[in-house]
């Protein structure tokens, strides 16, 4: 298989010499292309770090982070520019969708960026948009649709552009149940239709059930490692609350 | 506790605050500078005459200066609800922290305080040491020297400032401490995440709208042009409300019709960034259009004054030279009553009162203006080549007029005093004189046409197919709008009209030691108990009309300026004000571009090109109406003189170039480093 994500070492310092805080510290893992991997960790265990330094939002103090062959620690802003709109696909917790624009221009946005041939957008925003079940919200601005709705533009945003890796920040955060349901299963049919590689943040459970394998972390270290492998998603979900528990349970002790 | 916090607050923001204290700090010191005006005559050598120029200009710039200050107070005011809106959130902190809003207002009320302060000090400073240029200018334009040069401080115009500045403070505080009383803690944490409803929410409407403007704004256009200036009635009216109507309509369904234009042409469309930014102006178009609206206005007001005013200033100078070839013209009206004797001989009745007109003067002529009960209306001009430069209603009114007739003798002798050329006419021939070009090219095609005169049942025909241009005598601008030229025996059955005395001076003659002297021998006193009888109602000097002249050019200009540079900052500043607030509320969209891997570059470009059309927009379409506008106003000025509109034309694009300019750029760069600083 081959290797889309490879982070060695990665670590993210803040803070000056007197007073250090080790976000991330000495974390290394690998995701395979068309894998839908999660990270679990409880707030401050510095999940969202480091999904900002594979974003290269944000930059890592040490360590390399190779996207699809690329080493992005050693990128300049203007090729990270590049690297970030040609490579990846983003999907906020709080949508991030653009409230001038309709679904169908937050979504042509993307590939306005990337400078697609005006032909090819209304043809790629639709076959995503039926892939995602949107069609009939293409015209709809923003506030005229329902926290679902817009979950499942930004992720079609976030695939239009067939990205190398797509990051996913909480996606199901600011969700009802039934939508975080509707999204989950729109990210299972991305991942095995379009063989769409996701990396997740979260710390929900259920959500986490429906990835492949789940990474925990906790203060800046790779605490578990979960695969899913033949397991149901119930099954996978009760591991996971398990290894929830542990995690939690360690905090009791510290009580 | 209140006060560090405020001045805390003020210098901490003193970057979102820049371009507002410049502002004011460019108000304050064109309003001290122009009311300096005064204090400066302590360096001027003027006459009695200047004085009373200068003193009409002090008087003009203390009226406008009530309006000026109503207008830079809307601005203020304006300014400060923006501000307030900026810094919603901090304000909503301090309201969660338990803060009165009695207190919040302390502090709002007392930052406004220190920016007045500053901007005040600041700006009073910068006048003091410009209005020092501005007297150098003013010496100029006076054609007058400087004794020498001294440091000159008006107390008046300092304590004007002072007041009037302090009255609009004390407002904008008034203000602020309503606005705050009226906020909700919820909206104050919320705003910024609200999305402006959209008045026109289909875009065929706007499409609709759009045509309907244009064709307001082409109904007010042909109006105008139409009717002219001159005639206030209902077409002008007209032409000034769908004018108005048409720019609001304008500005209310541009950025729609645009959007839909666009839209159309998917390639343009999904160019660049080009949707994103007709997005952005389409979302906060009905809170803009107002405003939008009113700069458009005042820019065309802008436009207007600088180039008419200062054309208007040139005009009444220019003409100048033509209108006065006499050094000297005693003019004494006789039909005006009929209480009145005719003087016959002007100079002998001088020199029967003991006035030695030989002393002073190289030489004189009489000229006797008579009327017969031919009318202007009996040549039956052309209309239409009249109607270039007149409304209907002063055609009519023209047409009333007896056309006043001299002697062939009178125009040789005034005509020699000028070293111009003497005519010879036929006993049954005639000419016409006139220096008025509006009325030339009728008179001339009737001379060609017709060119016969019924005169007291005498047949007359014209001696050549175009009229002479000699200017009579000495007034302060043109005035001879057709005056027949007839054989001498032709005069005796005519009615005495008016006597003009032209005079020329020796060399080296103290002019006002002769006025003087008429001054004590025709002293009201004496006149009013009929002791004596004063053989002229009017003099005119050339030297006078020349000083007034260069008066009233200096009145007519500063006030052009003063008016033109209040209203270009005030506009520019309202505009680079909403496009900051607004570059505040949408870091954020701007930061989820650079997210989606929008480069640096491109966003910039996006932002460049979102502050420029909100700052072209509307000076693109002031541009149009100040073209229509002026073309219109220049009839009225042409009928003074010529105009030099390209030089003025330029004048104005350089002033607008540097300071409307200016403004969009400082904007611009404020904006981009707000957003770039939200990225990190």
């Known amino acids: 298989m ?34 839908f991997v999660g990270i679990m960790g409880a707030s401050g265990s510095g999940k969202t770090t480091l999904l900002n330094c594979i974003s290269t939002i944000d930059s890592a103090t040490a360590g390399h982070i190779v996207i699809d062959g690329m080493d992005i620690t050693k990128l300049n802003s203007r090729k990270l520019s590049k690297f970030r709109r040609e490579q990846l696909g983003f999907i906020f917790q709080d949508f991030n969708l653009l409230d001038t624009l309709t679904a169908f221009e937050n979504i042509a946005l993307a590939l306005t960026i990337v400078k697609t041939p005006v032909g090819e957008i209304d043809v790629r925003v639709h ?10 919200v293409l015209k709809k601005y923003p506030y005229q649709m329902s926290g679902g709705q817009k979950q499942r533009v930004a992720s079609a945003r976030a695939i239009v552009t067939r990205p190398a890796l797509i990051l996913a920040d909480e996606p199901t955060g600011a969700l009802d149940s039934k939508s975080s349901r509707m999204l989950l299963e729109s990210f299972e049919t991305l991942n095995s239709n379009l063989q769409a590689t996701i990396l997740m943040v979260t710390h929900d459970a259920f959500t986490a059930s429906y990835c492949h394998r789940i990474l925990f972390i906790k203060d800046g270290r790779i605490f578990n490692e979960l695969v899913r492998g033949e397991d149901t998603r119930r099954q996978f979900f009760n591991k996971i609350i398990e290894v929830v528990t542990l995690l939690g349970g360690d905090n009791s002790n510290v009580l | 506790m209140f006060f560090k916090l405020a001045l805390k607050n003020v210098t901490k923001s003193i970057r979102d605050y820049t371009i507002y204290f410049l502002t004011m700090t460019f108000g304050v010191c064109l309003f001290y ?69 009695g207190k919040i207002s302390r502090i709002v009320v007392l930052e406004t305080f220190f920016i007045g302060v500053f901007a005040l ?73 609200k999305n402006e409803k959209l008045k026109i929410k289909r875009l065929w409407i706007s499409v609709v709208l759009f045509l309907v403007s244009v064709v307001c704004l082409g109904a007010a256009y042909y109006f105008i042009n139409k009717n002219g200036m001159l005639e206030v009635n209902g077409m002008f009216t007209a032409s000034i409300v769908l004018g108005c109507v048409g720019t609001l309509l304008f500005f209310l369904s541009l950025s729609g019709f645009l959007l839909r234009v666009v839209q159309a042409n998917k390639r343009l469309y999904y160019k ?79 020199e029967d009162d003991k006035i030695d007109l030989g002393r002073y003067a190289r030489e004189y002529a009489q000229l006797n203006y008579y009327s017969s009960d031919l009318k202007y209306g009996d040549f039956h001009f052309d209309d239409s080549l009249l109607r270039q430069y007149f409304g209907y209603d002063q055609i009519k009114l023209v047409n009333k007029y ?222 149009v109406h100040s073209y229509v506008g002026i073309r219109v106003a220049n009839n009225v000025v042409q009928m003074l003189g010529h105009l030099d509109i390209m030089g003025n034309t330029l004048f104005t694009a350089m002033i607008f170039l540097v300071i409307y300019g200016g403004y969009f750029l400082a904007t611009y760069f404020g904006s981009r480093s707000m957003i770039h600083q939200r990225q990190n």
């Open chain 2, 121 to 193: 000090a600041m700006g009073l400073v910068v006048g003091i040491f410009a209005s020092q240029w501005l007297s150098v200018v003013t010496a100029k334009m006076f054609e007058v020297s400087m004794k020498a040069f001294q440091f000159t401080f008006s107390f008046n115009a300092f304590y004007k400032t002072l007041l009037y500045f302090g009255i609009i403070f004390l407002i904008v505080m008034i203000f602020n401490t309503i606005s705050i009383s009226k906020l909700k803690l919820i909206d104050l944490l919320t705003d910024g995440k």
């Open chain 2, 272 to 350: 660049n960034m080009n949707m994103f930014i007709l997005r952005q102006i389409n979302s906060k178009i009905n809170t803009t259009f107002v405003s939008m609206s009113v700069i458009c206005i005042m820019l065309l007001v802008t436009i207007g004054t600088l180039s008419t005013g200062m054309g208007l200033a040139d005009v009444l100078t220019k003409g100048v030279k033509e209108s006065t070839p006499y050094d000297l013209t005693f003019s004494y009206e006789y039909q005006r009553d009929n209480t009145k004797t005719p003087i016959n001989d002007i100079a002998k009745k001088m």
């Open chain 2, 402 to 623: 007896p056309m006043p007739i001299i002697s062939l003798t009178d125009y040789n002798r005034a005509a020699k005093m000028q070293g111009k050329p003497e005519i010879s006419l036929k006993d049954d021939e005639f000419a016409v004189n006139c220096t008025l070009y509006q009325f030339q090219p009728a008179i001339e095609s009737f001379l060609k046409n017709s060119g016969k005169i019924v005169l007291n049942g005498k047949q007359l025909t014209t001696a050549g197919k175009t009229a002479y241009r000699t200017a009579l005598q000495t007034s302060m601008s043109q005035t001879d709008s057709g005056t027949l030229i007839v054989p001498d025996a032709m005069i005796n059955s005519l009615s005495l009209q008016t006597e003009v005395l032209n005079v020329n001076y020796k060399v080296g003659v103290n002019e006002q030691e002769l006025l003087q002297k008429l001054e004590t021998v025709y002293s009201e006193d004496a006149v009013e108990s009929g002791k004596i009888v004063r053989p002229y109602d009017m003099e005119l000097s050339r030297a006078l009309i020349f000083e007034q002249g260069a008066g009233l050019k200096t009145v007519v200009s500063y006030l052009a300026i003063y008016i033109g540079l209040v209203f270009l900052i005030t506009s520019a500043a309202v505009l680079a004000l909403q496009q900051l607030s607004e570059a505040s509320d949408n870091a954020e969209r701007y930061g989820l571009l650079q997210k989606l891997g929008a480069e640096e570059s491109m966003v910039n470009r996006a932002l460049f090109s979102q502050i420029a059309i909100y700052f072209f927009i509307p000076l693109s379409l002031a541009i």
């Open chain 1, 127 to 136: 076959q995503v948009a039926k892939e995602l079940e949107i069609e009939d």
């Open chain 1, 2 to 35: 081959q290797k889309i994500l490879t982070v060695e070492h990665v670590e993210k310092y803040y803070g000056n010499k007197g007073n250090l805080t080790k976000a991330v510290d000495d974390i290394s893992f690998e995701v395979e292309k068309g894998e």
């Open chain 2, 33 to 101: 500078m122009f009311n300096s005006i005064d204090s400066q005559k302590a360096m001027l050598n003027i006459s009695a005459v200047q004085n009373k120029s200068m003193e009409m200009l002090t008087q003009s710039i203390g009226y406008v200066s009530i309006f000026i200050s109503v207008i830079l107070g809307f601005l203020i005011v304006y300014a400060n609800r923006f501000l307030i809106r900026r810094r919603k959130k901090e304000l909503g902190i301090y309201m969660t922290l338990g803060m009165e809003k």
